[in-house]
């Protein structure tokens, strides 16, 4: 049976034979995705972002689950994961902050706010904090040049971040309900 577009149907087949199930919740989210586009395939990348999202990375029955949903080769989700720095196939910590160090991010305080970053979480870049909550990882060009500096978290990003403004998203991670980011990122195939 095929996804009907619109009325939040999915391929209950797909369901069974790869053991992957989006939760109740994000049944409706994910058949507004594809009742967005012309055709299945070109949902794939949002709805690689709301598994993300969700779960913190594209397992192996996610991609499985993808590929039957929106009838594309399985291949050619892993192709996008792989493409995409974003994308992670592993399990990660729960929040992957990515902040960016490149030239126009570093002379608007990235080094600072690094340092920063690395005292509140007690790891250094590169690491994860030994509850699984955060990884701090540095990026190169986030695309947000003039609000830096920056930090991409899956598909959030957060700019013009202070200490006093990472502090606030930190806190509000920790409590499981993230400050909304300055710019959600839909990136499309
Ligand atoms: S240099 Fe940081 S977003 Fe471009």
Known sequence: MSLTKGNGDMNPAAQESTG???AEEDRAAFAGIVD???TKRSALMPTLWL???RHG???D???AWTAAQLEVSEAKVRELISFYFMFRDTPQAKY???VCHNISCHIMGARPLLAHLEKRLGVRVGETTPDGMFALEGAECLGACGMGPCMLVGKHLYER???ERIDAILDSMRRGEPL???TDRDLED
Do not use: C, N
């Open 20 to 22: 992957f199930a989006l």
């Open 36 to 38: 967005r586009y012309p």
């Open 51 to 53: 598994i993300q999202d």
């Open 57 to 59: 990375h594209v397992s």
């Open 61 to 63: 029955e996610a991609v």
């Open 96 to 98: 992957v902050l990515q």
């Open 161 to 163: 971040l202070t200490p």
């Open 180 to 182: 909304p980011a300055d």
